[in-house]
């Protein structure tokens, strides 16, 4: 974890985060989407996300490794003190303590304003294959998540379908 800085996101950034989140979305069923988003359309996610929710990004000798915020869980009252994660740290920098260090931040945070339930949704094959590892699943275990939901052949890419696992952490 040395020489990382966590900050809040900034527009600027929105170029390095979608280079970041390419390689999930053309390489991966780790994103469900299809096709990259464009910086104006990541600009558009980073405005309306932290208008309500922490985005962060973390930084290794001046250069963004990774990223995580929070967002709605529901529009609905009731569910105002739950939020889903999300987190992606760049592809070479995976297993360097980005994704650890990011949470704890935004764990944090969400403390602060009263979030006590996070969710995350993390696609799953039983079989590991060339478009998904299980280590996402793992990676939110050793967070302290836990399974609470394994809903199966829900997202199709890559001609291929896989499943979408809910994990929940109180905080």
């Known amino acids: 974890m040395e020489n990382l800085k966590i900050r809040d996101v900034k527009l600027q950034d929105a170029t390095r985060l979608v280079e ?5 979305v053309l390489n991966t069923a780790v ?10 359309e990541f600009e558009n996610r ?9 985005y962060l990004v973390c930084e290794r000798e001046g250069k963004i490794v990774g990223y995580v915020y929070a967002s709605s869980y529901s529009s609905r009252e009731a569910y105002s003190w739950t939020i889903d994660t999300s987190i992606y740290v760049d592809k070479d920098c995976r297993r360097l303590g980005v994704g650890s260090l990011l949470y704890k931040e935004l764990e944090n945070r969400l403390k ?14 039983e079989k590991e294959d060339e478009y998904l590892t299980h280590d996402s699943q793992n990676f939110h275990l050793r967070q302290g998540y836990i399974e609470v939901a394994h809903m199966k052949g829900i997202g ?9 696992k809910w994990f929940q952490k109180k905080i």
């Open 112 to 125: 602060k304003m009263g979030i006590v339930n996070l969710l995350a949704g993390v696609a799953f094959c």
């Open 20 to 24: 970041i989140y390419s390689y999930y």
């Open 46 to 54: 980073i405005r309306n996300i932290t208008q309500k929710y922490p």
């Open 156 to 164: 199709k890419k890559f001609d291929r379908w896989y499943d979408l």
């Open 31 to 40: 994103s469900f989407e299809y096709a990259v988003p464009t910086v104006e």
